[in-house]
């Protein structure tokens, strides 16, 4: 060593996707419910109403399908899947048997799309952690009447100004004032 600085060369390895997959069915009908994380740290949201019958551990199978495939499509190699299901996590690993046909017929593309990643998990977590995914899958299954296609949730930092029978909601911005100057009715 000739005292010189000497650059480190490190491998980085690359980040997983996190997914967090929930499936839900009532007697409104049945949904997913889908929160992806990227390596980047940016987060995706599905919430998808099924248009066809489907049992609760169906809903989950198809969660974890579309999941899955919406990783790969994004060019993932590897993936961390969580979900509350232990029967569903239990049959994928083989831990459990599938008797039901339709269940059966679930595992084979599952198993398909697992063989394709370079690294693949799924793990249990309680239903608390998995409280995003399932709201996502409840919303879904919510309305029989067409959702919104972008439902904004924002903070309301203070309360709304009320008095003489007018209610004042302040816009947090420039922007939003903008936007409902455009869009108020003019008289």
Not at 42 to 69: Q, W
Not at 90 to 109: F, K, N, T
Not at 118 to 147: G, I, K
């Amino acid at each position: 060593m000739d005292g010189k600085s000497i650059g480190v060369i490190s491998l980085q390895v690359p980040l997983p996707w996190m997914v967090y997959v929930d499936g839900a069915a009532n007697h409104r009908g049945s949904g997913v419910g889908l929160v992806l994380i990227s390596p980047e740290k940016i987060t995706i949201e599905k919430s998808l109403r099924l248009g066809f019958s489907a049992t609760n551990n169906e809903a989950e199978y198809e969660t974890l399908l579309i999941g899955m495939t919406m990783v790969q499509k994004m060019g993932g190699k590897m993936v961390e899947i969580f979900s509350d299901s232990r029967l569903i996590i239990g049959q994928v690993q083989a831990e459990l048997e599938a008797r039901d046909s339709r269940i059966q017929e679930y595992l084979c593309p599952v198993r398909h799309l697992q063989s394709r990643f370079e690294s693949f998990v799924l793990s249990q977590v309680p239903r608390s952690r998995n409280a995003h995914a399932n709201s996502l899958a409840t919303l879904a299954t919510s309305s029989t009447q067409d959702l919104p296609r972008v439902i904004l949730v924002e903070d309301l930092c203070k309360p709304s100004e009320v008095g003489r029978n007018v209610v004042h909601v302040l816009p947090e911005s420039k922007f939003e004032v903008d936007k409902i100057r455009r869009k108020a009715p003019r008289f």
